[in-house]
């Protein structure tokens, strides 16, 4: 068994190559060097390979040999959304086009003055979604609650090449709790509040619900505190799809007070439906449903 140990994969070698090509070949150009990264994770990554193998074949039934095709796909678009993240990041946000899905929900979310919650899943590219917020004059402060886990000398690098800074803020998960403060001082200013829903990790809490016809477990952390803090609670995702285009979607979810469970598995239901038309944009390269000894 391998849990997600609160760690993403990724060397800080591997971005500066990345930023290395974006400044000198291109974007476009730079995809070509994934060729060979992904066959190198392909050939290598036995643990990893194994993983998004079964999701592939047991929990999306896909036969053989389309799963070991999607398996190197999904390690191709992972370098994509990689790099078009570093690119944006450096400057080049023009040579993207995108379209939006909902907005009209979080402009109503912002409307009410009450802040907002904010469920997003290791799926598409939700890290680059400030910078089209800002293209349509969505001010509006993101708060992200993190784990100390994932601050690592990656976003430090990023942010030192970076040709306009992040506005997200990192509200850290503390053992203290002390982060419920911080984001009840945050939707007090009606910013927004964004958690990951799909990543558990040993020793947390948790919930359990079916995904994708099995069990799994999820952190119960971002459903007891949506479910509780009675502000409006939105799905939303940044998907890439065909070239430099991006495809934002925002769902409202439903929640009645102190539901966790009932928000758990309305989430599922909604993150089913973007697995089944983006399936090679899940990334969570782990034994996610404890089903592989």
């Given at each position: 068994m391998n849990k997600w140990k609160g760690k993403s994969k990724g060397t800080i070698l591997g971005y500066k190559i990345f930023v290395y090509c974006i400044r000198n070949i291109g974007i476009k150009s730079s995809y070509f060097v994934l060729y060979f990264v992904a066959t190198y994770y392909f050939l290598f990554l036995k643990k990893s390979n194994q993983y998004i193998f079964y999701y592939f074949n047991k929990r999306l039934n896909y036969?053989?040999?389309?799963?070991?095709?999607?398996?190197?796909?999904?390690?191709?678009?992972?370098?994509?959304?990689?790099?078009?993240?570093?690119?944006?990041?450096?400057?080049?946000?023009?040579?993207?086009?995108?379209?939006?899905?909902?907005?009209e929900h979080l402009k109503n979310l912002l409307n009410e003055k009450r802040g907002g919650v904010l469920i997003s899943a290791h799926i598409g590219n939700f890290e680059i979604a400030e910078h089209f917020f800002a293209d349509i004059d969505f001010d509006c402060q993101i708060n992200l609650v993190t784990t100390d886990q994932e601050v690592t000398v990656i976003k430090q690098y990023l942010d030192s090449v970076a040709v306009k800074k992040s506005n997200i803020k990192f509200i850290y998960v503390k053992d203290d709790m002390s982060h419920i403060f911080d984001i009840?001082?945050?939707?007090?200013?009606?910013?927004?509040?964004?958690?990951?829903?799909?990543?558990?990790?040993?020793?947390?809490?948790?919930?359990?619900?079916?995904?994708?016809?099995?069990?799994?477990?999820?952190?119960?952390?971002?459903?007891?505190?949506?479910?509780?803090?009675?502000?409006?609670?939105?799905?939303?995702?940044?998907?890439?799809?065909?070239?430099?285009?991006?495809?934002?979607?925002?769902?409202?979810?439903?929640?009645?007070?102190?539901?966790?469970?009932?928000?758990?598995?309305?989430?599922?239901?909604?993150?089913?439906?973007?697995?089944?038309?983006?399936?090679?944009?899940?990334f969570n390269y782990f034994d996610f449903w404890d089903d592989i000894d």
């Open positions: 036969g053989f040999w389309k799963s070991k095709l999607s398996v190197f796909k999904s390690y191709f678009i992972f370098g994509k959304v990689l790099i078009d993240k570093t690119a944006i990041s450096v400057g080049l946000r023009d040579r993207f086009t995108y379209e939006f899905d909902g907005i009840n001082a945050a939707l007090s200013n009606n910013e927004l509040i964004c958690f990951t829903g799909d990543r558990y990790f040993e020793g947390s809490k948790f919930l359990e619900t079916e995904m994708l016809g099995k069990s799994a477990k999820f952190p119960a952390g971002p459903f007891l505190i949506a479910s509780r803090l009675g502000v409006p609670v939105m799905y939303v995702y940044v998907m890439k799809e065909k070239n430099l285009h991006y495809h934002l979607y925002a769902r409202v979810a439903q929640v009645k007070k102190r539901d966790a469970q009932g928000l758990l598995n309305s989430y599922v239901q909604n993150l089913e439906s973007m697995l089944y038309k983006y399936p090679l944009q899940w």
